[in-house]
């Protein structure tokens, strides 16, 4: 098995586990998330622990990874997912496909689900940790009151979400802390969990305008200091 990019991945498959990773992955890291991947979340350092999802920071061999465990919040949801694929690979499949096409986003490693054979009970997804601030933190923080910075930011953001447009794909989940800027001032969506690819580019666009114009509105709540022109994308104090 092998990804667009011609990575290999290696499978495993019981009647209670479905997994597949990186072949590069650690072996032993590969071999405790197929044999106790909860006792990875443990380790965890968490960062959002929700009803539905914990997502934790995982130190290993000397680099750092996002461990993402989703549960299923009911029985109703479980035997969905019989039909379903679970939300640790319908993440996978979007993270992947994004990073292929170039946006920036972390490329995952591991996949893991368990399940009692059709049934799918919970899943877990690893990649590689992104360093940099939150867009919430950036905007609030440092770049606050520079408005070259703002406007390089911007510039990258105006980029990522064009990106998006041209691929039909677009972000439920425009929240600010699932956005960060590196520190070489890229723009990465580190959260991928509520996106989707659209067939028809009317919906799509519906769905862009939709999510841009949160992210506006989120901005501007943050940063009321300055002013964002979203028709030529330059900010200045105000």
């Known amino acids: 098995?092998?990804?667009?990019?011609?990575?290999?991945?290696?499978?495993?498959?019981?009647?209670?586990?479905?997994?597949?990773?990186?072949?590069?992955?650690?072996?032993?890291?590969?071999?405790?998330?197929?044999?106790?991947?909860?006792?990875?979340?443990?380790?965890?350092?968490?960062?959002?622990?929700?009803?539905?999802?914990?997502?934790?920071?995982?130190?290993?061999?000397?680099?750092?990874?996002?461990?993402?465990?989703?549960?299923?919040?009911?029985?109703?949801?479980?035997?969905?997912?019989?039909?379903?694929?679970?939300?640790?690979?319908?993440?996978?499949?979007?993270?992947?496909?994004l990073a292929d096409a170039g946006v920036a986003t972390p490329r995952p490693v591991a996949c893991v689900e368990n399940c009692i054979g059709p049934l799918r009970r919970d899943s877990f997804l690893l990649y590689p940790y992104q360093e940099g601030r939150t867009l919430r933190s950036y905007v609030a923080g440092g770049a606050r009151n520079s408005p070259p910075l703002m406007n390089r930011f911007w510039r990258e953001l105006r980029k990522l979400w064009d990106r998006l447009a041209e691929l039909r794909a677009s972000l439920a989940d425009t929240n600010l802390n699932n956005f960060i800027v590196c520190p070489a001032g890229r723009v990465w969506v580190i959260d991928l969990d509520k996106a989707r690819f659209h067939r028809l580019a009317f919906?799509?666009?519906?769905?862009?305008?939709r999510g841009w114009n949160q992210l506006?509105?989120?901005?501007?709540?943050?940063?009321?200091?300055?002013?964002?022109?979203?028709?030529?994308?330059?900010?200045?104090?105000?």
Not at 203 to 209: F, I, L, P, T
Not at 218 to 235: I, Y
């Open 203 to 209: 919906a799509a666009a519906k769905h862009q305008r």
């Open 216 to 238: 506006l509105r989120s901005l501007g709540k943050t940063n009321p200091v300055a002013r964002l022109d979203s028709s030529t994308g330059e900010v200045s104090a105000a």
């Open 1 to 97: 098995m092998t990804t667009s990019t011609g990575t290999s991945v290696v499978a495993r498959r019981s009647f209670q586990r479905v997994a597949f990773h990186d072949a590069r992955l650690p072996a032993d890291l590969a071999a405790e998330l197929w044999e106790r991947p909860e006792s990875l979340v443990a380790m965890g350092e968490p960062l959002r622990v929700q009803y539905v999802r914990q997502t934790v920071r995982l130190f290993w061999a000397g680099q750092h990874y996002v461990l993402k465990h989703y549960l299923e919040p009911s029985r109703r949801h479980a035997l969905k997912r019989t039909v379903l694929r679970s939300r640790a690979r319908q993440t996978w499949n979007v993270m992947h496909k």
